[in-house]
């Protein structure tokens, strides 16, 4: 069966859509990632406005990383986060029952789901971006571990203004290293991440304080992460 030329252009431009965001992705689950779409747009928008481009950000891998920073992530954004397949269906019912009554809807976005419209897509939200959204949080859960997602998302997620990933918070914020993390200041940049550019994890207003105590006490009751591994699985011969 022979197609026409407009359907064998489209055939061919989804055959390169799927190979190169396949490769993308593969590349993705050992590459750093150093660049992201927010940073560039971000940087777009600081000259638009006559401002220069503000960019500080350092990869780091994940033992580099404060162990108290991916719980309080958990805590604050996704407590099944270790346990779903990228979508956690229980919150999306939840955010549709709440958004009924509510005048400002509230999302229901996972880690895995942030992760994938940080690294790949732009801020912006409208119904193809959340298509395409999707679709790479379900590849990057078919391809990476969730500590891979992790690390990838406290390395590309915005902390502050120009400020991207958990080292470069921890430098500008904190004057320290993502290793040196403390558990209040985990928490405190946790509490800014639905808004980074408004709140500031450095001079936290009342409501971020708030927030904080209420996310130091959900990580301790989150499971943690990464999970252990069994030890003593072997038993031994008596």
């Known amino acids: 069966m022979k197609f026409s030329k407009p359907l064998?252009?489209?055939?061919?431009?989804?055959?390169?859509?799927?190979i190169s965001t396949t490769v993308t992705v593969v590349v993705y689950s050992?590459?750093?990632?150093?660049?992201?779409p927010l940073m560039i747009i971000r940087s777009v928008q600081q000259v638009f406005k006559g401002e220069s481009p503000a960019w500080h950000h350092?990869?780091?891998?994940?033992?580099?990383?404060?162990?108290?920073?991916?719980?309080?992530?958990i805590a604050s954004e996704d407590n099944r986060f270790a346990t779903h397949n990228g979508f956690d269906f229980i919150e999306i019912q939840k955010a549709m029952k709440e958004n009924e009554k509510r005048k400002r809807k509230r999302g229901a976005s996972t880690i895995s789901q942030q992760t994938a419209k940080n690294v790949f897509l732009w801020p912006q939200s409208s119904w193809i971006r959340?298509?395409?959204?999707?679709?790479?949080?379900?590849m990057i859960e078919m391809?990476?571990?969730?500590?891979?997602?992790?690390?990838v998302y406290l390395n590309s997620i915005e902390m502050g203004k120009g400020i991207y990933g958990a080292q470069a918070a921890a430098r500008y914020k904190?004057?320290?290293?993502?290793?040196?993390?403390?558990?209040?200041?985990?928490?405190?940049?946790?509490?800014?991440?639905?808004n980074p550019i408004r709140f500031d994890s450095a001079h936290?207003?009342?409501?971020?304080?708030?927030?904080?105590?209420?996310?130091?006490?959900?990580?301790?009751l989150v499971p943690k992460f990464p999970p252990e591994e069994p030890t003593g699985s072997k038993k031994k011969k008596k």
């Open 8 to 18: 064998r252009i489209i055939r061919n431009l989804l055959l390169f859509f799927f």
């Open 30 to 36: 050992f590459m750093p990632v150093y660049v992201t």
């Open 58 to 73: 350092e990869w780091v891998p994940f033992d580099k990383l404060s162990p108290h920073l991916p719980m309080a992530v």
């Open 130 to 138: 959340k298509g395409f959204e999707v679709y790479f949080t379900w």
């Open 143 to 151: 391809f990476w571990s969730k500590k891979r997602i992790m690390t």
């Open 174 to 194: 904190f004057h320290t290293t993502a290793a040196k993390l403390t558990a209040g200041q985990c928490a405190l940049i946790a509490a800014t991440l639905p």
């Open 204 to 220: 936290p207003s009342s409501y971020i304080l708030k927030r904080q105590g209420q996310i130091l006490r959900l990580m301790k």
